[in-house]
């Protein structure tokens, strides 16, 4: 490159991209969502221990209202953030479900029996050894909290060992973690319901049909997708005593799947626009006025919508805004333990041994158990390039349990100091199965690395 063309570059190039460039790589990174969660978790511990911690209560527990018409609902700020905050992350969770089953990880028996098999033994152990600590107790009710894997905090953890982690050890995680969500959702679905409102649910799925009719209709905009499924579906959820986050799942299963452009459609629409974008082209007219050029650059972006699916665009648009803002705000509201006079109470709890138990000892032997017996019965096989004691390392990883097992937490024990027990255990057990998965996971590739 030339001097000249060198200078005209960087006097192109805006003013404040070098200060905006490294938070744009860092919200792009895996390990954003890990770090942000972690950030938010000790700004939660620190305000809630602070000589401010009641104003940290406070915020919470403010009163916000929504009035439609003479209708008129009210929940405390908390409230907002789990049952409408986290509806967004359950959407996002159910767009990744979709997208595995379609064409993912879990697309074929064959592909899906190893995750499968992974999350259904580490969902299961782990609930068992809660049980063992908790049953006849005030804390049995708890027993879902350790079944769940934080996605954002294990692969955040995993992506910190950079390109020496095999691809497939990553895809394994990921659909692990996906499977394990799915199973999350179903117990608090089936588990951690309320009383039921049959007329709020008939609503719900009329909704529901609605949403169907509108994928089976080819409609694709996302706006009559947002107006159906939070407006009427959620709402109804919401009302009818199940856990309105399920609505955001079950919303996310009706988002239309299929392109409107096939690949060869596409590539004869872009190269002939392309072409037309090249004969436009003219040294005497500048850009901004070249009005052929905009309208063919429109033709060809809507050309490139109709070639994605509307499930690739939901997911691509929300994602970042489930790491960078949904997750974090769920872990500033929730993760404030308040270490008080009763600090020892709350952690010789049995809930807290339940927790950490299921979340340090029954994940990983559930995940390894389970996998090992789906192979040796034929099942499934070993990820290639991935050796037993990296997936024990991932197994242990998976314990960090932290978003659902918080969400969790709240849904069985509402407010109060079993509540406070529970945190205490997970955040106990996820910080040190992070640590652990990490020193396990990065002594493994070490030595296979000297023996190689």
């Given at each position: 490159?030339?001097?000249?063309k060198k200078h005209t570059r960087?006097?192109?190039?805006?003013?404040?991209?070098?200060?905006?460039?490294?938070?744009?790589?860092?919200?792009?990174?895996?390990?954003?969502?890990?770090?942000?969660?972690?950030?938010?978790?000790?700004?939660?511990?620190?305000?809630?221990?602070?000589?401010?911690?009641?104003?940290?209560?406070?915020?919470?527990?403010?009163?916000?209202?929504?009035?439609?018409?003479?209708?008129?609902?009210?929940?405390?700020?908390?409230?907002?953030?789990n049952d409408g905050l986290m509806?967004?992350?359950?959407?996002?969770?159910?767009?990744?479900?979709?997208?595995?089953?379609?064409?993912?990880?879990?697309?074929?028996?064959?592909?899906?029996?190893?995750?499968?098999?992974?999350?259904?033994?580490?969902?299961?152990?782990?609930?068992?050894?809660?049980?063992?600590?908790?049953?006849?107790?005030?804390?049995?009710?708890?027993?879902?909290?350790?079944?769940?894997?934080?996605?954002?905090?294990?692969?955040?953890?995993?992506?910190?060992?950079?390109?020496?982690?095999?691809?497939a050890l990553k895809v394994f995680?990921?659909?692990?973690?996906?499977?394990?969500?799915?199973?999350?959702?179903?117990?608090?679905?089936?588990?951690?319901?309320?009383?039921?409102?049959?007329?709020?649910?008939?609503?719900?799925?009329?909704?529901?049909?609605?949403?169907?009719?509108?994928?089976?209709?080819?409609?694709?905009?996302?706006?009559?997708?947002?107006?159906?499924?939070?407006?009427?579906?959620?709402?109804?959820?919401?009302?009818?005593?199940?856990?309105?986050?399920?609505?955001?799942?079950?919303?996310?299963?009706?988002?239309?799947?299929?392109?409107?452009?096939?690949?060869?459609?596409?590539?004869?629409?872009?190269?002939?626009?392309?072409?037309?974008?090249?004969?436009?082209?003219?040294?005497?007219?500048?850009?901004?006025?070249?009005?052929?050029?905009?309208?063919?650059?429109?033709?060809?972006?809507?050309?490139?919508?109709?070639?994605?699916?509307?499930?690739?665009?939901?997911?691509?648009?929300?994602?970042?805004?489930?790491?960078?803002?949904?997750?974090?705000?769920?872990?500033?509201?929730?993760?404030?333990?308040?270490?008080?006079?009763?600090?020892?109470?709350?952690?010789?709890?049995?809930?807290?041994?339940?927790?950490?138990?299921?979340?340090?000892?029954?994940?990983?032997?559930?995940?390894?158990?389970?996998?090992?017996?789906?192979?040796?019965?034929?099942?499934?096989?070993?990820?290639?390039?991935?050796?037993?004691?990296?997936?024990?390392?991932?197994?242990?990883?998976?314990?960090?349990?932290?978003?659902?097992?918080?969400?969790?937490?709240?849904?069985?024990?509402?407010?109060?100091?079993?509540?406070?027990?529970?945190?205490?255990?997970?955040?106990?057990?996820?910080?040190?199965?992070?640590?652990?998965?990490?020193?396990?996971?990065?002594?493994?590739?070490?030595?296979?690395?000297?023996?190689?």
């Amino acid at each position: 490159m030339t001097d000249s063309k060198k200078h005209t570059r960087e006097r192109d190039r805006p003013l404040l991209q070098p200060i905006v460039e490294p938070f744009q790589n860092f919200f792009h990174a895996e390990a954003a969502g890990g770090i942000l969660l972690l950030a938010a978790t000790f700004i939660a511990m620190s305000w809630a221990n602070s000589p401010w911690a009641e104003t940290y209560d406070a915020l919470w527990r403010t009163p916000v209202s929504v009035a439609f018409g003479s209708q008129v609902l009210q929940k405390t700020l908390l409230e907002w953030v789990n049952d409408g905050l986290m509806a967004m992350f359950f959407f996002v969770i159910g767009l990744e479900i979709k997208r595995e089953i379609l064409v993912g990880e879990l697309a074929t028996w064959k592909q899906a029996a190893l995750p499968l098999a992974a999350a259904a033994g580490g969902s299961i152990l782990p609930a068992v050894l809660y049980a063992v600590f908790n049953t006849g107790l005030d804390g049995a009710k708890g027993w879902g909290i350790p079944m769940a894997t934080d996605i954002a905090f294990s692969l955040g953890i995993l992506s910190l060992l950079g390109a020496r982690v095999p691809l497939a050890l990553k895809v394994f995680l990921t659909a692990l973690a996906i499977a394990d969500d799915l199973m999350a959702v179903l117990v608090i679905a089936l588990f951690y319901t309320s009383t039921i409102s049959w007329g709020s649910l008939a609503i719900g799925g009329v909704f529901l049909i609605l949403l169907i009719g509108a994928n089976w209709a080819g409609v694709r905009h996302p706006l009559v997708y947002s107006i159906l499924g939070i407006g009427g579906l959620w709402f109804a959820f919401l009302l009818s005593g199940v856990h309105a986050t399920i609505a955001g799942v079950i919303a996310a299963m009706t988002i239309p799947a299929r392109p409107r452009l096939t690949e060869l459609e596409f590539l004869e629409k872009g190269r002939a626009l392309l072409t037309r974008f090249e004969q436009a082209v003219s040294p005497e007219q500048p850009s901004l006025a070249n009005k052929e050029q905009h309208q063919i650059a429109r033709r060809m972006k809507n050309v490139v919508t109709h070639v994605e699916t509307p499930l690739q665009q939901l997911e691509h648009v929300l994602h970042p805004w489930v790491t960078i803002v949904v997750m974090p705000v769920f872990a500033l509201a929730n993760a404030g333990v308040m270490l008080d006079a009763n600090i020892l109470a709350t952690l010789l709890n049995p809930v807290v041994y339940g927790v950490c138990f299921g979340l340090l000892l029954g994940k990983p032997v559930g995940i390894l158990l389970s996998t090992w017996m789906a192979i040796r019965c034929g099942l499934a096989d070993l990820p290639e390039g991935v050796s037993w004691s990296q997936l024990g390392a991932v197994g242990v990883l998976a314990g960090i349990g932290f978003t659902m097992s918080l969400f969790i937490s709240d849904l069985a024990f509402g407010h109060g100091p079993l509540l406070l027990s529970a945190k205490a255990g997970i955040l106990i057990a996820s910080m040190m199965a992070g640590v652990t998965g990490w020193l396990w996971l990065k002594q493994s590739l070490t030595g296979r690395e000297q023996a190689s």
